[in-house]
Structures are given as structure tokens and as C-alpha cells.
């Protein structure tokens, strides 16, 4: 039987999380799905015992990125060490928060910043760093049982770290039990010339992915190669977590605050009915 988990990111359906998004998480389980992700930052303010009650009696599995208001200087890829520290604190303040609502995972570009993208290759004593800071967020999430996992990202949000094969490399170089790589195919799109290659490369280090189109919108009818993606998902991780992800463009939506300006998620509830039912029939043809 397929057991990959169902889920999606809040951004679907609101940019900030507060209380007043708690009844989300009821939605989200009405709508079937298993897992849902919450994105955390300096602008962010709530109540951790709400969310962490209400995921528990949906019984939804949250994990927590850091999509919000990250400052640039808290990089723990940046030259100056200051800023290197201030980065290793803002992650494990948000790791701690990740762990206050009960988040399995903390998942996302943490290895530098997105939006600060050199125009060269990354250096080997970058890499180094990275990996250094990584092996002590990785160890402070598990010393709160949330995993850490890292996301590879197209060349226009950094220069870091694009494909999965960088991915593995890196978290070699960490050489730590818990860290793991979650999968994106939207940034795919840009820099892999075959997804299941990419996604079996990654091995026992996958996570999940984060599923949309090419053009960020709902999963099916566009580039990405769904069939090939299931079929290398089942061989290498058949319990990874499938996570419909974009930015709601609708009435009062705000994905043209993010970067996209046409109308890819004019309402959450339909995204995710449709994506949910596409992704769940092309899991199913490879069971």
C-alpha cells in the first residue's frame, strides 16, 4: 500500500501564521491530508499550545520552515563570523519554537540565505563553514527530537546549494545523524535534467518533496514528470512526505509579494482538492 503523506504549506492559504489561522489546521485535515508545514520568522507571534493541541487532535504532522522575516545577516554561510552566530541563534530559536508546537522537521534553506546569491561558485572554505554550523543546528534539533532538512534551491535564490547531488555532498561533509533533504519540484525544473535520478541519489536522506508545477501551480498539466517522480519516491523513501506548496494569488492573496504574478492559487481548498487527487492517482500507478 502507498504510504506517502499528504500535506501542504500554509502559504496557500495566508503569508503570516497567528492564532487567528487555527482553524486551518481543521481545513486541512477535512481535506484528507496528513502533514502540513507552518512558516515561522521575526514577524511572527502565536501561541504554541494552540497549534501544538490542534495539530494533535487532527492528528496532522507539522513541520516548520523559516519563510518569514529572516534577517540577511543571520547567515551561517556568510565570511563574518558575527553574522555566522547570529545565524546559528536565529535557527535554533526557531528550532525551539519548531519544537514548542511539536514539528517533526525544520526544513528549509538553512545552510545560507535565500535571496543572497554570489555570482560564483560556491568555495570550498564556504562549504566547510556551512557544513560546521550545520553539524550544530543539526545537533541542537535533536536534542529536541525535530529533524533537520535541508531544501536546494534554484540559482535565483542562491548559489549554495541547486541540485541534489550538491545536497548529498554537503551533508557528507556535515557528518551528522540527523539531517535530511527535502526536495522541491518547482526549483527542479531549473537545475536537474532528470528527477528520479535526483530523488534517488538523495537515498536515505530524503525527506519529501515539495510538490507544485513548473509554474508553481497546482500538480498536474505542466513540465514536471509526475509519473517518474513516483515511481523513483517509492524505490528510494515510500513513506516521504509529498507537500503541495505555493503562494495563494487570489482576491486578497499576496503571491505577488513572492514573485509570481499570475494566478496559479486563486483558492486553497481547490488547490489542494485537485493537486491531492492528481498526486494520490499517480502514486497509484505505481503501486
Request: glycine content about 8%; hydrophobic content about 35%; some cysteine.
Amino acid at each position: 500500500m502507498c504510504e506517502f503523506k499528504y500535506g501542504a504549506h500554509q502559504f496557500l492559504w495566508t503569508e503570516q501564521w497567528d492564532d487567528n489561522c487555527i482553524s486551518i489546521l481543521d481545513h486541512v485535515r477535512e481535506l484528507g491530508l496528513d502533514c502540513f508545514e507552518i512558516s515561522l520568522g521575526d514577524n511572527i507571534s502565536f501561541h504554541a499550545e494552540m497549534v501544538r493541541d490542534k495539530a494533535c487532535m487532527n492528528g496532522l504532522e507539522l513541520t516548520v520552515g523559516p519563510g518569514n522575516n529572516w534577517p540577511m545577516k543571520c547567515d551561517i554561510s556568510s565570511e563574518s563570523r558575527a553574522n555566522q552566530k547570529l545565524g546559528l541563534a536565529w535557527h535554533c530559536r526557531i528550532i525551539k519554537q519548531a519544537a514548542d508546537i511539536g514539528a517533526v522537521a525544520y526544513n528549509g534553506a538553512i545552510y545560507g540565505h535565500p535571496g543572497n546569491v554570489l555570482r560564483r561558485r560556491p568555495e570550498k572554505s564556504e562549504i566547510e563553514r556551512v557544513a560546521r554550523n550545520l553539524y550544530e543546528v543539526a545537533g541542537y534539533a535533536e536534542s529536541l527530537n525535530v529533524k533537520l532538512v535541508i531544501e536546494p534551491m534554484s540559482r535565483f535564490r542562491t548559489h549554495l546549494l541547486n541540485t541534489a547531488k550538491q545536497a548529498v555532498e554537503l551533508i557528507s561533509n556535515v557528518n551528522h545523524k540527523n539531517i535530511y533533504i527535502n526536495l522541491d519540484t518547482y526549483h527542479m525544473i531549473t537545475e536537474e535534467r532528470d528527477y528520479a535520478k535526483a530523488i534517488k541519489n538523495c537515498g536515505t536522506w530524503l525527506w519529501g518533496i515539495h510538490a507544485c508545477e513548473n509554474d508553481r501551480g497546482v500538480p498536474g498539466g505542466g513540465l514536471v514528470p509526475w509519473n517518474e517522480v513516483f515511481k523513483a519516491l517509492k524505490e528510494t523513501n515510500p513513506g516521504a512526505r509529498v507537500l503541495m506548496e505555493t503562494y495563494n494569488t487570489g482576491k486578497n492573496g499576496f503571491g505577488f509579494k513572492r514573485g509570481i504574478f499570475q494566478n496559479v492559487c486563486p483558492n486553497a481548498a481547490g488547490f489542494v482538492k485537485t493537486g491531492s487527487d492528481f498526486l494520490k492517482q499517480q502514486a497509484a500507478k505505481v503501486y
